[in-house]
């Protein structure tokens, strides 16, 4: 690092400004506002039209959070030296994950109790409870180490690579807990595309109606529990958990050293010549 406050990376000069150590993109910012906007609508248009008003808790929130997060990081283009615009849209975009998997692990749940409890090992309630708990429990962790980054930010730096830690190990729990997620679901798919039985349970197919898997047109002794809109909802279920799970391995190699690793990373890694300027 040079004494004019600049990082050379091969042929690149990249300037340490305010608390990003670089300035957040104003058209990617204004473009992620717009799209968690559009999707945020979608879902609470879906959960007011089939009732699933759950829906309102979890992805409808996750995308306001995601639309504040960024709208912070939009006023930060214009002013990136004040800390609080900083720390609040971190906080929002640590937090705003959170409650997509949940929706996550509900939507599995009333995927299990469609398709058939024989191929699960646990409750379909069970998956839930369990997830959300230990989530939660990480996403607490993380809020810990935030406030704590705030507090000591820029006064006790030790004490600030101690936080940064702790939100490093929330993060952890987090990677932890969607692991064990994504192997039990996969385990469950497979056991079922193996098997294909070829009728629901009796008492299964109101369930599939009330959560709007099937239609009660499709009602029918015959019909294949891995039905197409079931299988969109599962292709949709695994798609989200891969970027959640990206999303959380980056958040790791980002903390894995401190608030300096994730400087380094930032700075180091987003400047290649291969890759765009960080967001």
């Not at 015959?222 to 599962?234: C, E, F, G, V, Y």
Request: charged share 10%.
């Amino acid at each position: 690092m040079s004494s004019s406050s600049s990082v050379a990376y091969q042929e690149f000069e990249l300037p340490i400004v305010g608390h990003y150590n670089y300035i957040p993109t104003e058209w990617v910012c204004g473009l992620f506002i717009a799209l968690f906007t559009l999707t945020g609508l979608c879902h609470l248009y879906q959960s007011v039209w089939y009732n699933m008003y759950w829906l309102i808790f979890t992805l409808v929130l996750c995308a306001a959070g995601e639309i504040a997060g960024w709208s912070f990081r939009l006023w930060s283009n214009h002013h990136p030296e004040p800390f609080n615009p900083f720390f609040i849209q971190m906080l929002l975009l640590y937090i705003a994950p959170f409650f997509m998997a949940v929706s996550m692990y509900i939507i599995l749940q009333r995927i299990i109790s469609v398709v058939g409890v024989e191929h699960s090992k646990l409750k379909p309630r069970t998956y839930s409870i369990i997830f959300i708990v230990f989530d939660l429990l990480a996403l607490c962790v993380q809020l810990v180490g935030g406030c704590g980054a705030s507090i000591n930010a820029g006064e006790v730096p030790e004490a600030a690579e101690r936080d940064a830690w702790i939100i490093f190990g929330g993060v952890l729990v987090q990677i932890i807990v969607m692991t064990a997620y994504t192997i039990l679901a996969l385990k469950y798919c497979l056991l079922v595309r193996i098997t294909r039985s070829k009728s629901l349970s009796p008492q299964l197919p109101m369930a599939a109606v009330e959560t709007g898997l099937i239609t009660k047109e499709s009602q029918h002794p015959a019909t294949d529990p891995l039905a197409t809109r079931i299988q969109s909802m599962i292709v949709g279920l695994l798609i989200s958990t891969v970027f959640i799970v990206v999303r959380s391995i980056y958040r790791t190699i980002v903390l894995i050293d401190g608030w300096n690793g994730r400087q380094y990373i930032l700075r180091q890694f987003w400047q290649t010549p291969y890759l765009p300027k960080p967001f």
